[in-house]
């Protein structure tokens, strides 16, 4: 195989997450390559887990359909952020408009659980150094069962 002549296709993916005084986050994702330049912001109210808002922007795209997904994800408002929120995302806005979009917010929402998770867990460590982390990661999602499922745990390794 000779490696010079490949053809070179590089794709960047990057999610975020910012905390916004107490109760707001806002998860956000870039998707960029050869085919596609997309990118989400999603304002969270954490303490209730509630979307409140969805800016979605699509600058380079492959379909028609995908230009009209910048409104669709707009339906997102109002929505829980819990178990069926990744099912949700894909049927409902990923097929009405784009599913790259929709796969992108779902990244972003679960990067916004991780982080989530381990402020809660550096907090407690500040204040505990001994703190078993596992045990606590084991009891966060004993306590906020509906995030297991967005995070793609299996219940039995916890």
């Given at each position: 195989m000779d490696l010079n002549n490949m053809p070179i296709y590089s794709r960047m993916k990057s999610c975020g997450v910012q905390k916004q005084g107490?109760?707001?986050?806002?998860?956000?994702?870039?998707?960029?390559?050869?085919?596609?330049?997309?990118?989400?912001?999603?304002?969270?109210?954490?303490?209730?887990?509630?979307?409140?808002s969805v800016h979605a922007r699509i600058k380079r795209f492959t379909t028609v359909?995908?230009?009209?997904?910048?409104?669709?994800?707009?339906?997102?408002?109002?929505?829980?952020?819990?178990?069926?929120?990744?099912?949700?995302?894909?049927?409902e806005l990923g097929r009405n408009g784009c599913r790259h979009l929709a796969i992108l917010m779902v990244d972003s929402i679960r990067s916004l659980v991780r982080a989530e998770l381990v402020r809660n867990l550096t907090s407690e460590m500040r204040s505990n150094p001994n703190l078993d982390s596992v045990n606590f990661v084991r009891t966060f999602f004993q306590e906020n069962p509906e995030l297991k499922t967005i995070m793609k745990i299996n219940p039995e390794n916890l």
């Open positions: 107490e109760s707001r986050r806002v998860a956000s994702g870039v998707l960029e390559d050869e085919l596609y330049a997309m990118q989400c912001e999603i304002n969270v109210d954490w303490p209730s887990r509630t979307i409140e359909r995908c230009v009209l997904a910048e409104p669709v994800f707009l339906k997102a408002e109002g929505w829980k952020i819990d178990s069926q929120v990744e099912g949700r995302i894909k049927k």
